[in-house]
C-alpha cells in the first residue's frame, strides 16, 4: 500500500492524528492491533483521566467533539431518567475519577463515527488487527514499514512519506533504528528532583489489566487462578502489607490509607463531585472509576452499577514488559495477577458487614470485549520515548518548583494539558511519585526526532521523561500530541519541508501554529494554579 501518512496504532493519539491529517486532506493508513480503536479508553477500559477545567477548556476541539458525542450517544440510545438527559456534563458512571466515566464500547462507537466519513471516502484505510513487524530506513528516513495480521501472519507492506508511531510502547523506534530512552533518566542528564543519580533504563511505570464487574444475585466467583497464592502472600516491601488488601499507600502522601469497597451504595449520582483537584475520590473503590451508575437510568434498566477495576493492587511492577526478551510472559503473569485480584474479591476481601467475599461479584467480559473477561489490553502508563530535539523536565512543570510563575512557556507550544506528576510504582522497586503540577503547554520539539526526518511520535513516546511522562500521559494529552503530528505531518507534506524545518524557521512555525489555532487545538492557558 501507498498513503500519505501511516499512522501506526489507533490510540487516542492515533485516532487524532488520522482524523488531522484526513481533515487537511489527506490519505492515511491507520493500523491497530487489538479489536476496537481507541487504546487507552477502550481496549485499555481506563475512564479518562483528565484535569480540573476539562468543561471549560484546556483541551482540543476535537477532543471535546469526542466528548461530546459520547454523552449524545448515551442520551440517543440509552434509557436515561429525566434528570441524567437533562444533566449538561453527564457522567453516566458517576465516577469519582472523571467527569465523563463510560463504558469503553461507547467510546468505540464514537470513535468510529469520527472516522467513518473518511473510510467512506477512501482517504482512510484502516489495517485491524496488524501489529508492526519491520520497518525499513534510507540514511534519515523511513520507506516503508511491513505489518503483521495478529491473528494469521499476513503481512502487508506500507510505504508513505510520513510515518507516526502511536503504538502503545513506541514499536516502531526500534524496528526503525530511531534513538530513544525507556525508564528513569538520570539526575545529570535532566537534572530533575525526582530523577535518580544513575539513568535505570528497566525501571518502568507498572503497568494493569483492569477489568468491569458488577455486583447481582448468585454465586459468580472464577476458578481459583494458578497462582493465587502467589499474589495472595505478595507483600512489596514499600506497601505496608500484602498487595491484596484494602489498607494501601496515599500515592500523594505514601502514608497507608484504609479504603472500602461498597457494591452498589445507594448513593445519588448527580452529587458526585468528580474534581481531582479537591479530592482524589479513591476512598470507596466501587465509585471511584463506576462506568454505570444504575441510578442515572430508568428502573429496572441495570441490576447493578458497573464498576471499572484499576486500582492498585492491579499494579505489575514485578517486571518491565518494555525491551525485554519475553514480554508476553510477563504480560500473562499481569493478567493471572488481575484474576487473583477478582478472586481475592469474590472469596476474601472483608465486606463492611464484618463478612468476608463478595461472590456476587461478576466479571463482565462483554463490556470489556474480551474472551477471557479482562480488558483486551494492558494499560501501558509509560512507553518508549523518543530522543528529542526539546525533551519536558519536571522543573519545566513541577508545583514545588515552579510555584506562582507557571509552568514554562514554549515558544513552539503545539497544545495544552494538566494532570499531576503521577508516577506508579515502578519495576526497580520505587514508590509512587505523586506531585502537584502546573497547566503546561505541549512543545513541538517535543515531537521532533533529533534525527530521523520523517518519523513522528503520536502518543506517549514524546519527548518526555520518566517523570513528566507521569502528567503528560493522559486521555487528552496524548489525543493532542497525536492530533499535532498529525497536522505537522500533513503540513510538511503541503508546504516540501521537514519538521525540523518548522520548528526552526519563525515564518513556518507561526504558519503551523496558526493552522492548530483554526483547528481548535489549545496553545496557551488562562490563568488557572496548578494542583
Not at 120 to 125: A, D, Q, V
Not at 141 to 147: D, P, Q
Not at 184 to 195: I, L, V
Not at 475 to 487: F, I, K, R, S, T
Amino acid at each position: 500500500m501507498q498513503t500519505d501518512v501511516l499512522v501506526v496504532g489507533a490510540g487516542l493519539g492515533g485516532v487524532a492524528a488520522a482524523l488531522a491529517a484526513l481533515r487537511a486532506g489527506r490519505s492515511v493508513v491507520l493500523t491497530e492491533e487489538y479489536d476496537w480503536i481507541g487504546g487507552q479508553l477502550t481496549s485499555q477500559a481506563v475512564p479518562p483521566d483528565e484535569h480540573s477545567w476539562v468543561e471549560q477548556f484546556g483541551v482540543t476541539a476535537s477532543y471535546r467533539r469526542l466528548r461530546d458525542g459520547i454523552r449524545e450517544y448515551y442520551r440517543r440510545h440509552y434509557p436515561l431518567t429525566a434528570a441524567a438527559r437533562a444533566w449538561r456534563d453527564l457522567n453516566p458512571g458517576a465516577g469519582h475519577v472523571s467527569r465523563l466515566c463510560h463504558e469503553p464500547r461507547v467510546a468505540v462507537a464514537v470513535l468510529e463515527a469520527m472516522l467513518s466519513p473518511y473510510r467512506s471516502s477512501g482517504k482512510l484505510r484502516v489495517l485491524q488487527p496488524f501489529v508492526p513487524a519491520a520497518a525499513t530506513t534510507d540514511g534519515d528516513r523511513v520507506t516503508a514499514v511491513a505489518l503483521r495480521h495478529r491473528d494469521t501472519g499476513e503481512t502487508v507492506h506500507v510505504t508513505a512519506p510520513y510515518v507516526l508511531d502511536a503504538t502503545e510502547t513506541g514499536e516502531l523506534l526500534p524496528l526503525a533504528g530511531v534513538e530513544y530512552v525507556t525508564g528513569f533518566e538520570s539526575q545529570a542528564d535532566t537534572g530533575e528532583p525526582s530523577a535518580p543519580a544513575a539513568a535505570q533504563p528497566a525501571n518502568m511505570q507498572a503497568v494493569s489489566v483492569c477489568f468491569a464487574v458488577d455486583h447481582v444475585d448468585g454465586d459468580h466467583t472464577i476458578d481459583r487462578p494458578a497462582r493465587y497464592d502467589f499474589w495472595r502472600e505478595y507483600t512489596p516491601p514499600f506497601w505496608g502489607g500484602p498487595l491484596l488488601s484494602f489498607r494501601a499507600p496515599s500515592p500523594r502522601t505514601l502514608l497507608p490509607t484504609e479504603r472500602v469497597f461498597d457494591p452498589n451504595p445507594g448513593d445519588d449520582p448527580l452529587a458526585v463531585d468528580a474534581d481531582q483537584r479537591r479530592n482524589p475520590g479513591d476512598h470507596n473503590l466501587w465509585t471511584f472509576r463506576r462506568i454505570a451508575a444504575r441510578r442515572l437510568f430508568t428502573d429496572g434498566a441495570y441490576d447493578s452499577d458497573i464498576c471499572l477495576v484499576n486500582w492498585p493492587m492491579l499494579d505489575y511492577f514485578e517486571h518491565p514488559v518494555i525491551d525485554v526478551p519475553d514480554p508476553a510472559v510477563h504480560l500473562a503473569a499481569a493478567r493471572e495477577q488481575a484474576r487473583s485480584v477478582l478472586y481475592w474479591l469474590q472469596t476474601e476481601a472483608p465486606r463492611p458487614d464484618g463478612g468476608t467475599g463478595f461472590p456476587g461479584l461478576r466479571l463482565r467480559g462483554d463490556v470489556t470485549g474480551s474472551a477471557d473477561g479482562l480488558a483486551q489490553a494492558p494499560y501501558i502508563r509509560e512507553s518508549r520515548r523518543i530522543l528529542a530535539e526539546y525533551t519536558v523536565v519536571e522543573q519545566d512543570l513541577a508545583l514545588a518548583v515552579r510555584g506562582d510563575k507557571g509552568a514554562v512557556s514554549y515558544h513552539d507550544s503545539v497544545g495544552v494539558g494538566m494532570y499531576r506528576i503521577d508516577l506508579h510504582p515502578s519495576t526497580g522497586g520505587d514508590h509512587y511519585i505523586d506531585v502537584g503540577c502546573c497547566p503546561f503547554q505541549i512543545p513541538l520539539g517535543a515531537l521532533i526526532p533529533r534525527r530521523v526526518d520523517n518519523l513522528l511520535p503520536a502518543g506517549k513516546n514524546i519527548g518526555t521523561t520518566h517523570v513528566t511522562n507521569g502528567a503528560y500521559r493522559l486521555h487528552p494529552v496524548e489525543w493532542n500530541a497525536g492530533e499535532a503530528a498529525g497536522a505537522l505531518a500533513a503540513f510538511c507534506l503541503d508546504r516540501a519541508c521537514t519538521p525540523r524545518a518548522v520548528r526552526n524557521n519563525p515564518v513556518l512555525l507561526a504558519e503551523f501554529q496558526a493552522r492548530l489555532d483554526n483547528d481548535g487545538v489549545e496553545r496557551q492557558w488562562p490563568d488557572v494554579a496548578g494542583y
